[in-house]
């Protein structure tokens, strides 16, 4: 049976956001859940903390008034802080260490593997309905 696929041309800035990110949570799955939220931040692009204790997972914030571009960039950058945090590898003093340099690039690469918007395909840009 083919799989149920999304023309994400036809899915608004948030709503990419949030089919980006289950795309992450498919290919990179953290042994904890992770939940997205977009809102409005005072003073950052955006967050990643644990949600309660830790033992309920994480939460990434999305500073809502950032451009589609910087939306993508920081979801990258934060989901990267995700799997540090759930991989244990995550320094306080150093957030940007190379454990974190290294997901970076994890989580980039899934991003340009998924992701089919910045390639010349004109046509419709299918991705799996997650
Ligand atoms: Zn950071």
Redesign the pocket.
Known sequence: MAKKTVDINKLDNNQKIRALFKIFKKHLPLHKPVKLIIRELAYDD?M?GWAGDGRKGFVISINKNLCYNCKIDTLI??Y??AITMANQTYDPKE??DKC?GEQFAVTYRCFLKHWPEYNDNKGPRLIERL
């Open positions: 955006g990643c950058h934060e990267a802080h957030d940007h974190w």
